[in-house]
T-cell receptor, first 112, second 112 residues
Framework: EAQVTQNPRYLITVTGKKLTVTCSQN?????MSWYRQDPGLGLRQIYY???????DKGDVPEGYKVSRKEKRNFPLILESPSPNQTSLYFC???????????FGDGTRLSIL | QQQVKQSPQSLIVQKGGISIINCAYE??????FPWYQQFPGKGPALLIA?????SEKKEGRFTISFNKSAKQFSLHIMDSQPGDSATYFC???????????FGKGTRLHILP
């Protein structure tokens, strides 16, 4: 079954405590991306990756880092989380040129 | 120029009716226009997509209409059902750019 798996699904943490949200896909897709979803703002792209070791900024990259060391994994790193990063986060994967095709079920982050 | 404007924000339709959601864009370089459906607690799911070389694409009860000169595209849901109640996002991207811009979403409710 085609899957994009995110962990954790929920996290409450405090300002400044580094955290990582993992994302893994089993479809051998080249393209992976991260989004945040906020009420009234829709989905905004944070970072994307076209292939292993190739990443680029989306529309709202400030405060986030990513890495793509393996094709299947694309973790999102918040080095020093702040309350304005409280949001619902989605990872997605696809073949290139098709936009995101498969999304994970989301990670709800609360930064106190 | 990178925005995708989606309307309405929310929509209530009687069962069996036609639901229509509209999107407009400015950047004429966009060449891929997907629509996503999102149920509560789930990630968005790719519903249907169109490229500007066609004016209409139909999949079951879902149809995208595309007006290149007006830089608008819309999603029509025929014979709307309560199971169609969800949030719908339009999006636009440029093939080879790998960035994608989403509209802010439309919350659709189908009355039983």
């Amino acid at each position: 079954e085609a899957q994009v798996t995110q962990n954790p699904r929920y996290l409450i943490t405090v300002t400044g405590k580094k955290l990582t949200v993992t994302c893994s896909q089993n479809m051998n897709h080249e393209y992976m991306s991260w989004y945040r979803q906020d009420p009234g703002l829709g989905l905004r792209q944070i970072y994307y990756s076209m292939n292993v070791e190739v990443t680029d900024k989306g529309d709202v990259p400030e405060g986030y880092k990513v890495s793509r060391k393996e094709k299947r994994n694309f973790p999102l790193i918040l080095e020093s989380p702040s309350p304005n990063q409280t949001s619902l986060y989605f990872c997605a994967s696809s073949l290139r040129g098709k936009g995101p095709q498969h999304f994970g079920d989301g990670t709800r982050l609360s930064i106190l | 120029q990178q925005q995708v404007k989606q309307s309405p924000q929310s929509l209530i339709v009687q069962k069996g009716g036609i639901s229509i959601i509209n999107c407009a864009y400015e950047n004429t370089a966009f060449d891929y226009f997907p629509w996503y459906q999102q149920f509560p607690g789930k990630g968005p799911a790719l519903l249907i997509a169109i490229r500007p070389d066609v004016s209409e694409k139909k999949e079951g009860r879902f149809t995208i209409s595309f007006n290149k000169s007006a830089k608008q595209f819309s999603l029509h849901i025929m014979d709307s059902q309560p199971g169609d109640s969800a949030t719908y996002f339009c999006a636009a991207s440029i093939t080879g750019d790998d960035k994608i811009i989403f509209g802010k979403g439309t919350r659709l409710h189908i009355l039983p």
